[in-house]
């Protein structure tokens, strides 16, 4: 079983609609919990971070975390065609080490 | 968050040969993380560079194959020794935040032929 596991997509979703990422992690012991965006040829860049104390909303985002059933969600409001790229879960435990899903690539549709 | 400069942004090699990448941060900071990204695949970390001594590597990844050096607290350099075709993926070098994020520079495309 792989550390953080993620859908591979493509999530196709209409302009305006929410999307929706699901990730799931193994380790219970994991405290915190990140949403990188990475754009084709382009580098990850952070988008969301939560700590096990409840949901946060950024803008047209939210990150969701149950601990209860070790998933974290992404939900993208208002999605538009500059949302479409792929979206990476990191998990990290004890330690420094950040761990990454496969990614769910999103595909927001004009 | 902090400026990751890394050189060469892309580079074309031969098999056999090596190609060491460079990484410049615009700050002191305690630990570097080089990661690997193949094509289509996620990130999988290579190894933690801390300054003043020897990386820590993780499964699957060697000295030997992957020297790193980290000869300050602004820079460090990973070198992929001996290429193959596999090797082809992009090199990340990462530095982390105040909140236990990671901040990427904007990696090295590598190829080999």
């Known amino acids: 079983q792989k550390e953080v596991e993620q859908n591979s997509g493509p999530l196709s979703v209409p302009e305006g609609a929410i999307a929706s990422l699901n990730c799931t992690y193994s380790d219970r012991g994991s405290q915190s919990f990140f949403w990188y965006r990475q754009y084709s040829g382009k580098s990850p860049e952070l988008i969301m971070f939560?700590?096990?104390?409840g949901d946060k909303e950024d803008g047209r985002f939210t990150a969701q975390l149950n601990k209860a059933s070790q998933y974290v969600s992404l939900l993208i409001r208002d999605s538009q065609p500059s949302d479409s790229a792929t979206y990476l879960c990191a998990v990290k435990a004890a330690g420094n080490k950040l761990t990454f899903g496969g990614g769910t690539r999103v595909l927001v549709k004009p | 968050s902090a400026v990751i400069s890394q050189k060469p942004s892309r580079d074309i090699c031969q098999r056999g040969t090596s190609l060491t990448i460079q990484c410049q941060v615009d700050?002191?900071?305690?630990?570097m993380f080089w990661y690997r990204q193949q094509p289509g695949q996620s990130l999988t970390l290579i190894a933690t560079?801390?300054?003043?001594?020897?990386?820590?590597?993780e499964s699957g990844f060697v000295i030997d194959k992957f020297p790193i050096s980290r000869p300050n607290l602004t820079f460090s350099t990973l070198t992929v020794s001996n290429m193959s075709p596999e090797d082809s993926s992009i090199y990340l070098c990462?530095?982390?935040?105040?909140?236990?994020?990671?901040?990427f520079g904007e990696g090295s495309r590598l190829t080999v032929l």
């Open positions: 990462s530095v982390g935040g105040d909140t236990g994020e990671l901040f």
């Open positions: 560079a801390n300054q003043g001594s020897e990386a820590t590597y």
């Open positions: 700050s002191q900071v305690t630990m």
């Open positions: 939560i700590y096990p104390n």
